[in-house]
């Protein structure tokens, strides 16, 4: 049996049983391979826009005899699948500026997609602002660690079909020490992932703050007046995320 990395694995898990999928920026075509093995998705589509990457892709979907559910196209984004053609798309390994690009691309092809798992590697605020300005809901958001490496994953669906709204899930929160959320760092920190913040949620902000820490300390040795009012943005930044930090802190320690 195929053996899928840990962070694929838990995108897997994502994907309903029964699903059409689309996997765009499939690589090796490790994930539908897994999911057709398993039974688990009746047709699949492995999208790639490197021809390396769909050589080695169109090998692993022989080697396994996947050729009747799952079909390797070579194409940009969403240029890969036809409106209507899938239930669920797939975008893994990939910042999160480019995960958006591809979506806006690609948005008319989004009609009849039932669920997007969208597994940015850098800069989750672009996905979650990308996904509540198109109509978007997240359903779930997931964070996990694996060689050394912290990942989230963030599962959606359109705006109605969801449980839950958008207005709800970016609601300005108040924590418990007084501390206030708005919308801006809702989408920063995950709406989701605050509610019961784990162990690697916490790892992953105090990497955040000292990247951003290092970035002042580089703006503190030059002396242009821009640079001043950068390092105070950056300030208030790093003050809000320590805040948010230890009031979660303190709600985790006090419910053990």
């Not at 689309?22 to 047709?43: C, N």
């Not at 692993?60 to 005899?65: F, G, L, P, T, V």
Request: glycine share 8%.
């Amino acid at each position: 049996m195929l053996k899928l990395s840990k962070r694929l694995e838990w995108i897997a898990k994502q994907v309903p049983a029964g699903s059409s999928l689309a996997d765009i920026g499939s690589d090796h075509a490790l994930l539908p391979s897994f999911l057709a093995l398993q039974g688990r998705i009746v047709k699949g589509i492995a999208g790639e826009v490197n021809p390396g990457p769909f050589q080695a892709a169109s090998k692993q979907i022989r080697e396994s005899r996947l050729e009747e559910i799952v079909d390797v196209r070579l194409g940009d984004g969403l240029a890969v699948i036809s409106a209507g053609e899938v239930e669920v798309i797939t975008i893994a390994g990939m910042g999160g500026a480019l995960i958006a690009s591809i979506l806006e691309a690609g948005k008319e092809k989004l009609a009849g997609v039932k669920r997007l798992v969208l597994q940015p590697n850098v800069g989750e605020a672009n996905v979650r602002s990308w996904l509540l300005e198109h109509h978007w809901v997240l359903t779930d958001e997931l964070i996990l660690e694996e060689d050394g490496k912290i990942y989230e994953i963030l599962v959606a669906e359109p705006s109605g079909q969801a449980e839950v709204s958008n207005e709800e899930l970016y609601q300005t929160r108040t924590l418990h020490g007084g501390v206030t959320m708005d919308r801006e760092q809702l989408i920063k920190m995950g709406p989701y992932l605050i509610r019961q913040p784990s162990v690697v949620w916490f790892q992953k902000w105090e990497q955040e703050l000292g990247k951003l820490e290092m970035i002042r300390r580089q703006l503190a040795l030059s002396e242009a007046a821009e640079s001043r009012s950068k390092e105070k943005d950056l300030e208030l930044e790093m003050k809000r995320i320590k805040e948010v930090m230890a009031c979660l802190q303190k709600d985790k320690t006090s419910s053990n």
